[in-house]
């Protein structure tokens, strides 16, 4: 069952025996526990037809007991059980607890609803999971397409009575970048972006223009101009970037692993405008944003290939040396700025 299943059976069926929300999409199922709980528990007698279990600390005995009280002047009572590893590995470790749940699913009363929740990945679609499809429900979570990202972004622009235009709205989910696999970005950080522009915005039209002042990324922006300094043989004004970016609070980590994918994104946007390929062809093909295609397509002739095969390999050496030595990341990544910028510093 998906995401427009689920918040169809929600919204018109009655629950009752056992829900598992898995998937990578953590926003979503976040939000399916609210949903849970709102359709479900009343907010008068909430505390006591409600139970949430954490899953490594769970007693499966204690569990059939909560599931078989009855409710509490509701019609229904809600037990959560948090973090249930339901992964391959998982069911195997965890062999008894699901035999005997495996047992026990069609004797859950119809006053109670038990609700298994995994995030970061999907339950594995074994014997346990096929007993969940007979006799309740598996809500897979996984990240939104780009038409399921449209509506859900459009829908809050109509709930402020904010007229967008779909070319606009198009822009907005390039510039966030969820769609782009490579980024990691998450509905909670699309819904942070939606926010700064509704948070931001007082007319009743929004157009390209105020996208670009609201949603400005003041980290990759650093990142950019680091790149840009660094093929100007900049290398005082480079450091000056990365100390910034360190007091600013960012992570050396992040810092680092983005600079690496930067430059393989340049030499792959590189070698195909080399091969005159138009950006909407690039974009798609290197699976990034349009908006950062565009960007890494302006400086890209600032670099040759080889310039941008070496810095790969230095970053390789970098990684390895974070990895395999324990060495300091912040000196590992001076050296780094140093050796792109002037050739010089060795890692040794």
């Known amino acids: 069952m998906n995401y427009i299943q689920a ?33 479900i528990v009343s907010k008068d007698f909430f505390d006591m037809n409600y139970i949430e279990y954490d899953f490594s600390k769970i007693d499966l005995q204690k569990l059939k007991i909560d599931c078989e009280t009855a409710p509490f002047f509701s019609n229904k009572r809600l037990i959560i059980v948090n973090d ?12 008894n607890f699901f035999e005997e749940m ?17 995030k970061g990945s999907l339950a594995f679609r074994g014997k346990f999971y096929k ?20 509506k859900f972004i459009k829908k809050r622009f109509v709930l402020k009575n904010i007229e967008i235009k779909d070319n606009v709205l198009k822009y907005i989910i390039d510039r ?14 699309v819904e942070n972006e939606v926010n700064k522009l509704l948070n931001s915005f007082s007319r009743n039209v929004l ?73 909407d062809y690039i974009s798609k093909e290197l ?26 390999d230095l970053t390789y050496t970098v990684e390895s040396d974070i990895k395999t030595k324990n060495r300091d990341i912040d000196l590992l990544l001076e050296l780094l700025i140093s050796k792109m910028s002037l050739g010089g510093a060795s890692f040794e």
């Open 7 to 39: 918040m169809k059976l929600l919204d018109n069926g009655e629950l009752n025996g056992i829900y598992v929300l898995s998937g990578e999409e953590i926003f979503l199922i976040d939000r399916f526990v609210e949903l849970f709980k709102e359709n």
């Open 84 to 95: 249930v590893n339901l992964s391959k590995n998982g069911i195997s470790m965890y062999k």
């Open 102 to 118: 495996y047992d026990y699913i069609d004797k859950i009363p119809n006053t109670t609803v038990l609700l298994f929740v995994m």
């Open 131 to 150: 007993q969940i499809s007979i006799l309740g429900h598996n809500i897979e979570l996984i990240r939104f397409n780009e038409i399921e990202l449209f």
């Open 176 to 189: 966030i970048g969820y769609l782009d696999s490579s980024r990691e970005k998450n509905l909670y950080d």
């Open 207 to 279: 157009d390209f223009k105020d996208v670009d002042e609201i949603l400005v990324d003041k980290f990759e922006n650093s990142i950019f101009k680091l790149l840009d300094t660094i093929s100007k043989k900049d290398y005082k004004n480079s450091i000056k970037i990365l100390v910034e970016l360190k007091k600013s609070g960012e992570d050396s980590f992040s810092t680092f692993y983005m600079i690496v994918r930067y430059i393989r994104n340049l030499l792959g946007v590189k070698v195909l405008k080399l091969k005159q390929k138009h950006i």
């Open 287 to 312: 699976k990034i944003s349009n908006y950062e295609c565009k960007k890494l397509y302006s400086v890209c002739d600032s670099f040759s290939i080889k310039t941008l095969c070496d810095y790969i």
